[in-house]
């Protein structure tokens, strides 16, 4: 099983970002996915969740309104569509994977990608 993300990068503040995460080695368009992240010093915390479908989304209230996530089962890949970004969204973001399509709760991932560093600056 491999997660790989992408699309990481240093942006000024009202910037945008589009992570990417190809998936392989498991039935992905089965899975719901998830988008975390983790600041330095900070726990890792829940971003946006979509059902295995696409047809349900979640969203943490913090960036509710300026990120979207979104999959395209074709290609085993999950997005985060990240605009107007924050000072406060710089951390390493992870993607992971839930068989259960529970989505939201957190322990329910058992797959997860590496991360990939987003840096806001302002």
């Known amino acids: 099983v491999q997660l790989v993300e992408s699309g990481g990068g240093l942006v000024q503040a009202g910037g945008s970002l589009r992570l990417s995460c190809a998936a392989s080695?498991?039935?992905?368009?089965?899975?719901?996915m998830g988008w975390f992240r983790q600041a330095p010093g900070k726990e890792r915390e829940f971003v946006a969740a979509?059902?295995?479908?696409?047809?349900?989304?979640y969203y943490a209230d913090s960036v509710k309104g300026r990120f979207t996530i979104s999959r395209d089962n074709a290609k085993n890949t999950v997005y985060l569509q990240m605009n107007s970004l924050k000072p406060e969204d710089t951390a390493v973001y992870y993607c992971?994977?839930?068989?259960?399509?529970?989505?939201?709760?957190?322990?329910?991932?058992?797959?997860w990608g590496q991360g990939t560093q987003v840096t806001v600056s302002s």
């Open positions: 992971a994977a839930d068989p259960t399509d529970t989505i939201v709760v957190v322990t329910l991932y058992i797959y």
């Open positions: 080695g498991f039935a992905f368009e089965d899975w719901a």
């Open positions: 979509i059902s295995w479908s696409g047809g349900n989304t």
